[in-house]
C-alpha cells in the first residue's frame, strides 16, 4: 500500500535504525487498521482480552469523530441507542441492491447467504472489487443519516445502493451488517465500554455509568477522551436499564439474603419506567421501547408532578373502589408504610388477560377506557430534580417517591381548568364523575409492607394472592437501584396458578443447541366428553437433555405425520405443565392458551386416558378470574 510505504519511509528517516523502525512500524500499522479491518481481526479471536485490545488499540488511532462513530458501529448500531432513528431499511430492499449491484442471479445470492447466513457476508463475498474507492466511518454515519431521512424505499434504495457502491467489498460487508442490525463478530457493546476504558483512561465503572446515563457509547467516549466522565448527565426519555429480582423457593429464603424487608404485591401486568420533564411524559416498556401511546390516560395525571422523575412500577388493568370519595383519603395518607385494609380500599389489580386487551394498540376507543381502566403501580424513583438516585438505597428513594407523589396529589386537587381538561374530560369518560375531588388517580404508589418472620411473610403473600396479585416481591431496603441486574435485593415470591396434566399431540424440532431434537411440544386436555383431544398450549423447556434425546426417540417411532419441521404424534405421552396465567384464546382448539407454560415433568405413571379434561382447564380459569 502507498500510505504504507510512505509510512516506512518517513519512518526510518525519523528512526534511523531498522530495528526500531519495524517494532515501531509494525505497532503503528496494527493500530492503522480500517473499521472493517478491525472487525475481521475481532471476529478472528475468540479471546475477550484480545477483543478488547484491538477495538482499544483502533480507537486510539482514529480522530475523536471518527472514534465516537465508530463505538457506535462497533457496538453493531447505526444510530446511538437513546435516538428514536431507524434506517427503515428491511432484508429485501437490501438483498436487491446487493443483486443489482454485484451483477449474480438469485440462485448464486442464495448459495451464498446458505453458506455464511447473514446478508452482510453475502455483500463481502458478491460484490466486485473496485480499486482506489472506499468510505470512512464520518460518510458512513452520513449516509446513514440521509437514508434515515428519507422517505420511501425508492428514495431509500438509490442512497442505499449509493453508499455500497463507492465501499470497498469489506466496508459493504460492515455497512450492511451494521445496517441489519447484526455484527457478528463476538463484540458486545459491554466490551466496547472496556475497550474505551482502556483507550482512554478513567475505570470501567465510570464509562458504564456514563453510557448508562447518557444512552450513547459515542458520546461516551468524548466524554473519556476529554477526562470529563463524571460529569455525563441524565438523558431524560431515554430509558435506563430495569433492576430485575430473583426467585425464591419458601418464605425463609425470602428472609435469608437482608436485615431489612420491603415488601410490596407482585402485580401482573407490565413493567413501565416513566420519564417525566417538563410537562412531557414518556413511558418504556422492559424492551426499552415506547408504550405511551397504549396508554393515553396515563401521562396527564403525571405531567402535574413538580419535578423532572423517572419512575420504576407495574401498569395494571385496574378495578377502581365504589367509592372514590373514600379511597381518595386512603390515598394521600397511604404511603410507603401500608396496612392491610388500606391497600384493599385502592381497588385492585384485574388479571393480565384482562390487561391484554390493551396492549399494542395505537388507538385506544372510548370503551376500552370504560371497560378496562388501568393504573400506574408506582414502586421506585430513579431520578428527580436532577438528582441520579440510584446510588441511594431503597429506604430513602421510597421516602422521595411518597414525598413525589403527595406532592403530585396536590397538584391534581387543585387543577380542573387550560391544559389540564383534557384529563378531567378522560376522567369523566372513565365514569368517575368530573370533579377531579372525587376521582381516583390512575398513579398510584404501590403500597409497602414489613415481615420479619417468615410467617409474616406467608401470611402477607396469601393477602396478594387473596388481592388477585401473582405474589410478592422482597426487597432489601439497604439496596441500590442496579440498572438492567438480577441479583438478590430484590426477591420474587409466587407460586404457579395450577398445573395441568396434558397428552403431547405434535412436537418440533428446537433451535440453538436443541437444534437435532424434538424438544417443543404442542399439548392437549380431553373435551367434555372425552372422545376429543383439545390443544391448549405449547412448551419448550422444562426436560433434561437426557429425557428430551429419549423423548425424540419415541416420537420418531411414533409419528403420525411427518410434516417436515413438525410432527403429530401418536397422543400416549402424559406431561404435567405449570403456568402463570390462562387466557381465552383463538390460537388453540380449546379456546384457551397457557401463559408461560412449562414442562414440570413427565408423568410417565399416567397414561392419556388419565389426563386433564377442558372443565378442570375451565375451573382454573374461573377461578383465577374471580
Ligand atoms: P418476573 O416477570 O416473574 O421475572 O417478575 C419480575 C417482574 O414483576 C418485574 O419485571 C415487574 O414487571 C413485576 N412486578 C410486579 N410488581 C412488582 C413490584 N412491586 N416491584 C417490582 N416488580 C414488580
Redesign the pocket.
Known amino acids: 500500500m502507498d500510505v504504507k510505504r510512505q509510512m516506512r519511509q518517513h519512518l526510518r528517516a525519523k528512526q534511523g535504525s531498522t530495528v526500531s523502525f519495524i517494532l515501531v512500524a509494525d505497532s503503528i500499522f496494527k493500530s492503522m487498521r480500517t473499521l472493517p479491518e478491525t472487525c475481521e481481526a475481532i471476529a478472528s479471536t475468540t479471546k475477550k482480552l484480545q477483543k478488547t485490545a484491538i477495538v482499544a488499540e483502533y480507537l486510539k488511532s482514529c480522530t475523536p469523530d471518527e472514534a465516537a462513530v465508530s463505538a457506535v458501529f462497533l457496538s453493531g448500531r447505526p444510530f446511538p441507542a437513546w435516538e428514536e432513528a431507524t434506517l427503515q431499511v428491511g432484508g429485501a430492499l437490501l438483498w436487491r441492491v446487493v443483486e443489482e449491484l454485484s451483477g449474480k442471479n438469485e440462485a448464486a445470492l442464495t448459495a451464498a447467504y446458505r453458506k455464511h447466513g447473514d446478508l452482510g457476508s453475502v455483500a463481502g463475498e458478491l460484490l466486485p472489487e473496485r480499486s482506489g474507492q472506499g468510505v470512512n466511518v464520518l460518510e458512513v454515519s452520513r449516509a446513514f443519516r440521509q437514508i434515515s431521512a428519507a422517505r420511501g424505499p425508492a428514495e431509500k434504495t438509490v442512497l442505499v445502493c449509493d453508499v455500497l457502491q463507492r465501499a470497498t467489498p469489506l466496508e459493504a460487508k460492515y455497512i450492511v451488517k451494521i445496517m441489519t442490525g447484526d455484527l457478528r463478530i463476538g463484540l458486545k457493546e459491554s466490551l466496547v465500554e472496556e475497550a474505551i476504558a482502556k483507550a482512554y483512561g478513567g475505570t470501567l465503572a465510570e464509562v458504564q455509568r456514563a453510557n448508562m446515563l447518557l444512552g450513547d457509547i459515542g458520546e461516551t467516549l468524548r466524554l473519556a477522551v476529554e477526562g470529563k466522565l463524571s460529569e455525563a448527565k441524565m438523558r431524560m426519555f431515554h430509558p435506563l436499564g430495569?433492576m430485575?429480582?430473583s426467585?425464591i423457593e419458601s418464605a425463609e429464603e425470602g428472609l435469608s439474603y437482608f436485615v431489612e424487608a420491603a415488601v410490596?404485591?407482585?402485580?401482573?401486568?407490565?413493567?413501565a419506567q416513566a420519564h417525566v420533564s417538563d410537562g412531557e411524559v414518556r413511558f418504556f416498556s422492559?424492551t426499552r421501547d415506547e408504550i405511551t401511546e397504549s396508554f393515553p390516560e396515563l401521562p396527564d395525571t403525571l405531567a402535574g408532578l413538580p419535578q423532572d422523575a423517572v419512575l420504576d412500577g407495574?401498569i395494571v388493568a385496574w378495578e377502581y373502589p365504589p367509592n372514590p370519595a373514600r379511597a381518595r383519603e386512603v390515598v394521600d395518607k397511604t404511603f410507603s408504610e401500608a396496612g392491610e385494609e388500606k391497600a384493599a380500599r385502592l381497588g385492585r389489580a384485574r388479571p393480565f388477560s384482562v390487561l391484554q386487551q390493551r396492549l399494542g394498540r395505537k388507538k385506544v376507543s372510548g370503551k376500552m377506557f370504560r371497560e378496562v381502566p388501568v393504573a400506574y403501580?408506582v414502586?421506585d424513583v430513579l431520578y428527580t430534580g436532577g438528582d441520579l438516585l440510584i446510588d441511594r438505597p431503597l429506604r430513602e428513594r421510597a421516602r422521595i417517591l411518597d414525598a413525589l407523589v403527595l406532592a403530585e396529589r396536590k397538584v391534581i386537587h387543585h387543577r380542573g381548568t387550560g391544559s389540564h381538561r383534557k384529563t378531567k374530560e378522560l376522567q369523566g369518560t372513565l365514569g368517575f364523575g368530573s370533579e377531579a375531588e372525587t376521582t381516583v388517580p390512575n398513579i398510584i404508589r404501590?403500597p409497602v409492607f414489613r415481615a420479619v418472620s417468615p410467617e409474616e411473610l406467608e401470611e402477607l403473600f396469601a393477602a396478594a394472592q387473596a388481592r388477585g396479585n401473582?405474589g410478592l416481591?422482597i426487597?432489601d431496603l439497604a439496596s441500590t437501584y442496579s440498572p438492567g441486574k438480577r441479583g438478590k435485593s430484590?426477591l420474587?415470591m409466587?407460586r404457579e396458578l395450577a398445573t395441568l396434566d396434558v397428552v403431547v399431540t405434535a412436537v418440533e424440532y428446537g433451535h440453538g443447541k436443541r437444534i437435532g431434537v424434538l424438544s417443543d411440544y404442542t399439548f392437549a386436555v380431553w373435551d367434555t366428553n372425552k372422545d376429543r383431544l383439545v390443544n391448549i398450549g405449547k412448551a419448550y423447556s422444562g426436560l433434561t437433555d437426557v429425557e428430551i434425546a429419549e423423548m425424540t426417540k419415541w416420537f420418531l417411532e411414533h409419528t403420525l405425520e411427518d410434516q417436515g419441521f413438525r410432527r403429530t404424534v401418536e397422543p400416549k405421552i402424559v406431561l404435567e405443565v405449570a403456568f402463570n396465567n390462562m387466557m381465552q384464546s383463538e390460537r388453540h382448539d380449546s379456546g384457551y392458551a397457557l401463559r408461560f407454560p412449562r414442562i414440570v415433568r413427565l408423568r410417565p405413571d399416567k397414561t392419556a386416558d388419565e389426563a386433564d379434561t377442558i372443565e378442570q382447564a375451565r375451573e382454573i380459569y374461573e377461578k383465577q378470574n374471580k
Request: aromatic residues 18%.
Open positions: 430495569f430485575l429480582a426467585p410490596e404485591d407482585k402485580y401482573d401486568g407490565v413493567r422492559r407495574e403501580l414502586f404501590a401473582e416481591m426487597k430484590w420474587k409466587k
